[in-house]
């Protein structure tokens, strides 16, 4: 069965440095999301992607964060400046379609501890 | 904007049916009913969806009223590898991002 996969598994990194987390999605799906899980806490939304652009973001997703599809099977999230806050598991998830009744299929996570 | 009850948690044996209801007061007529499990340090996993009356697949039924202002995960003989964070959503805006609750965590016993 074709899964989401994401790298790398675990990311310590020191308050102010930059992160790329990596993505896979599954390959013939079109709609790509990241989400975020403080320790604790709810799944929270952080931006949609499709066609090379955002289509949607949280008020989370601000300036520091950026996402790209640099090639035909990466999607990536960037975090430019990070912040003690920003430790929390990161989950890609990709759909094939966009419709209300469309699965998600979510990556097993990068948790990201940021010191 | 619909929202989702349900039980914070719940406890059960091995062997035992499991029932999780979830409430939606305000779903919408073009709104789906999603369950995502959830392991500990994994990521969400799509269990089952429905939109009306009873959905089954290999490891679930989704029981729907006819009002749909709730519905009912329903787990068959639950093992020890079913605990975990139960998610019920519903697709509240064109956008079709998940919005989570605080999902029911359920614990098997042996």
């Known amino acids: 069965e074709p899964e989401v996969t994401q790298t790398p598994s675990h990311q310590v990194t020191q308050m102010g440095q930059e992160v790329i987390l990596r993505c896979v999605p599954i390959?013939?799906?079109?709609?790509f999301y990241w989400y975020r899980q403080i320790l604790g806490q709810k799944v929270e939304f952080l931006v949609s992607f499709y066609n090379n652009e955002i289509s949607e973001k949280s008020e989370i997703f601000d300036d520091q964060f950026s996402v790209e599809r640099p090639d035909g099977s990466n999607f990536t999230l960037k975090i430019r400046s990070t912040k003690l806050e920003d430790s929390a598991m990161y989950f890609c998830?990709?759909?094939?379609?966009?419709?209300?009744?469309?699965?998600?299929?979510f990556g097993p996570g990068t948790r990201l501890l940021v010191l | 904007l619909a929202k989702t009850t349900q039980p914070i948690s719940m406890d059960s044996y091995e062997g035992q049916e499991v029932n999780i209801t979830c409430s939606h007061n305000?779903?919408?007529?073009?709104?789906?009913i999603t369950w995502y499990q959830q392991f500990p340090s994994q990521g969400p996993r799509f269990i089952i969806q429905g939109y009306k009356t009873k959905v089954t697949n290999e490891v679930a039924s989704l029981f729907i009223p006819a009002d749909r202002k709730s519905s009912t995960l329903s787990l068959p003989r639950v093992s020890l590898s079913d605990t975990a964070v139960y998610y019920c959503?519903?697709?509240?805006?064109?956008?079709?991002?998940?919005?989570f609750g605080s999902g029911t965590r359920l614990l098997v016993r042996p």
């Open positions: 390959s013939n799906h079109l709609y």
């Open positions: 959503l519903v697709e509240v805006d064109s956008s079709y991002k998940l919005i």
């Open positions: 305000n779903i919408a007529t073009n709104d789906y």
């Open positions: 998830a990709s759909s094939e379609a966009r419709t209300v009744e469309e699965t998600q299929y």
